[in-house]
């Protein structure tokens, strides 16, 4: 198969999608340090590069962040090939993948699960980021966002105006949506 990869940028200025035509995981795991990579041959390898400062994987894509003072135009070709070469030698995302996921709690805490599973993941996953359900406490949805997202400026109105507006119109006990800090 031959590997092609197109770039794509996302609303953090500081991280880029590079996607390809292969799948590389299901799911999505996120690698935001060096040391959280041990278990991802390709993160592994991308950490290598000094200006690499995050690493996301979701479905055909690889979300990269860069260093500060870092350019694009500087290091995207460079990452480019690199993810081509990757793929083409099968180096894996994750070494063992995980299972499926199972929605545990309240009625309450299914329902948000199900409809961040639904509804917010596949929107947040063309960003180059994912959204990862934490609690339900009091009426209050603690939720920690990944890859892009994490960091990305635009990522408190996405919470805000988008995530908790589809959470409180769908499940009434719902007061409020948080980030948690990774």
Excluded: H
């Amino acid at each position: 198969m031959n590997i092609n990869v197109y770039t794509e940028s996302t609303p953090n200025p500081a991280t880029m999608k590079f996607i390809v035509n292969k799948l590389l995981i299901n799911g999505s795991v996120d690698y935001p340090t060096k040391e959280s990579a041990e278990s991802s041959p390709f993160a592994k390898e991308l950490y290598k590069f000094s200006f690499v400062n995050g690493v996301f994987f979701a479905s055909n894509f690889v979300t990269v962040t860069k260093t500060e003072g870092t350019e694009w135009s500087d290091v995207e070709p460079i990452l480019k090939e690199f993810v081509k070469g990757a793929v083409e030698s099968e180096l894996k995302a994750q070494v063992e993948e995980k299972a499926d996921v199972v929605f545990e709690g309240t009625d309450a805490e299914i329902k948000i699960q199900q409809i961040l599973e639904d509804y917010v993941r596949p929107a947040v996953e063309q960003d180059g980021g994912a959204i990862a359900y934490k609690s339900f406490t009091e009426g209050v949805v603690t939720v920690e966002l990944r890859g892009s997202c994490s960091g990305c400026p635009s990522s408190t109105v996405t919470l805000k105006a988008g995530i908790e507006a589809l959470l409180k119109r769908m499940v009434p006990e719902v007061t409020e949506v948080v980030s948690e800090a990774l």
